[in-house]
């Protein structure tokens, strides 16, 4: 069990699944050549999320849904996969994305939801956590804080210092989504976890997903 399941209880996950009026979600990214990247990685977040919130999930059964989806493509893409609580598959194909600029400008505010919000741990269709903080922030990606100030991830994005020779990212205890871009680079070195607060952001810093990369970012006030 990793950090993010051992955050959520048990009253916390009933909770969740009996009024759940989401879909588990995954957004992923397709290339002509390679497939769909970190594949094993989503799969693995959705079988856990499913698992947790108590959703149906057949592992096998998404996998071919995805290769039938993607069989013909010739272009990269951006891939959504939505399962809902009863196991049901929607697969949605969209052009790729990439970050608008070369250097983002990102704000920083604090969380509007507690740190057990199961939200915060599941890639879910129920977006309003991140919705408000993008209003408040007024910038295209805003990173939050959680009530005792410590950095979280961003609202489609996590978050990485660089520190020597190895990128920090916040841990999966300050309540925040295990995202896939984020295990892949712990699990090869690139990266570990670590506190942040706001003032670690000054020098610069990198906010990335699996689905458009990596990309440079700098702190700018609310609003900015």
Same mark, same amino acid.
């Given at each position: 069990?990793?950090?993010?399941?051992?955050?959520?209880?048990?009253?916390?996950?009933?909770?969740?699944?009996?009024?759940?009026?989401?879909?588990?979600?995954?957004?992923?990214?397709?290339?002509?050549?390679?497939?769909?990247?970190?594949?094993?990685?989503?799969?693995?977040?959705?079988?856990?999320?499913?698992? $947790?919130?108590?959703?149906?999930?057949?592992?096998?059964?998404?996998?071919? /849904?995805?290769?039938?989806?993607?069989?013909?493509?010739?272009?990269?893409?951006?891939?959504?996969?939505?399962?809902?609580?009863?196991?049901?598959?929607?697969?949605?194909?969209?052009?790729?994305?990439?970050?608008?600029?070369?250097?983002?400008?990102? $704000?920083?505010?604090?969380?509007?939801?507690?740190?057990?919000?199961?939200?915060?741990?599941?890639?879910?269709?129920?977006? !309003?956590?991140?919705?408000?903080?993008?209003?408040?922030?007024?910038?295209?990606?805003?990173?939050?804080?959680?009530? !005792?100030?410590?950095?979280?991830?961003?609202?489609?994005?996590?978050?990485?210092?660089?520190?020597?020779?190895?990128?920090?990212?916040? =841990?999966?205890?300050?309540?925040?989504? =295990?995202?896939?871009?984020?295990?892949?680079?712990?699990?090869?070195?690139?990266?570990?976890?670590?506190?942040?607060?706001?003032?670690?952001? /000054?020098?610069?810093?990198?906010?990335?997903?699996?689905?458009?990369?990596?990309? $440079?970012?700098?702190?700018?006030?609310?609003?900015?």
């Amino acid at each position: 069990m990793n950090g993010a399941q051992a955050i959520l209880s048990q009253a916390a996950a009933a909770e969740a699944r009996d009024g759940a009026r989401y879909d588990l979600m995954e957004t992923m990214a397709f290339d002509p050549l390679d497939g769909v990247r970190l594949l094993d990685l989503h799969m693995d977040r959705l079988a856990a999320s499913a698992a $947790a919130l108590g959703f149906a999930f057949d592992r096998h059964g998404a996998r071919n /849904e995805l290769q039938a989806a993607t069989f013909r493509l010739r272009v990269p893409s951006r891939i959504r996969m939505l399962v809902s609580p009863r196991g049901s598959v929607a697969i949605e194909v969209r052009a790729h994305r990439t970050w608008p600029d070369a250097i983002m400008r990102v $704000a920083v505010v604090r969380c509007p939801a507690p740190a057990d919000d199961p939200r915060l741990m599941h890639k879910t269709t129920d977006r !309003s956590i991140y919705r408000a903080a993008l209003k408040a922030g007024g910038t295209y990606e805003v990173l939050m804080t959680d009530a !005792s100030g410590f950095l979280t991830e961003g609202c489609f994005s996590s978050i990485f210092v660089e520190r020597g020779d190895r990128l920090v990212t916040p =841990p999966l205890t300050r309540g925040l989504l =295990p995202g896939i871009l984020r295990r892949s680079l712990i699990e090869q070195g690139h990266a570990v976890e670590g506190d942040l607060r706001p003032y670690d952001l /000054e020098n610069g810093f990198y906010i990335g997903n699996a689905s458009r990369g990596m990309v $440079a970012a700098q702190k700018v006030a609310v609003g900015g």
